[in-house]
Nanobody
């Protein structure tokens, strides 16, 4: 499985961006997916996740502003980001958890897309 993110760029504070992550390859192996971000000098952190049954989870810092969704027909994961703040600036990564055996999982990461927010 390969993941390709897009949609990053420059936004003003209070603005919006929509990130996309397209999966290719053995997509039938994909279970849960998520968006993570990493700011300079910081550790990578979970932004939002979604299960194969569309149960979602959000970091407290983005609740009410970001929405994660997936379109299985298009093999695409989305992150709608509204009311952006300068502290949202980071490289955003898409992650997919693959079921590779009955009890074995493998996490796959995309290459990241840069989000910059101007104040």
């Amino acid at each position: 499985v390969q993941l390709m993110e897009s949609g990053g760029g420059l936004a003003q504070a209070g603005g919006s961006l929509r990130l996309s992550c397209v999966a290719s390859g053995s997509v039938y192996q994909i279970t849960n997916m998520g968006w993570y971000r990493q700011a300079p000098g910081e550790e990578r952190e979970l932004v939002a996740s979604i299960t194969s049954s569309d149960t979602t989870n959000y970091a407290d810092s983005v609740k009410g502003r970001f929405t994660i969704s997936r379109d299985n027909a298009k093999n695409t994961l989305y992150l709608q980001m509204n009311s952006l703040k300068p502290e949202d600036a980071a490289v955003y990564y898409c992650k997919a958890r693959l079921r590779v055996t009955v009890e074995g999982y493998l996490d796959i990461w995309g290459q990241g897309t840069l989000v910059t927010v101007s104040s």
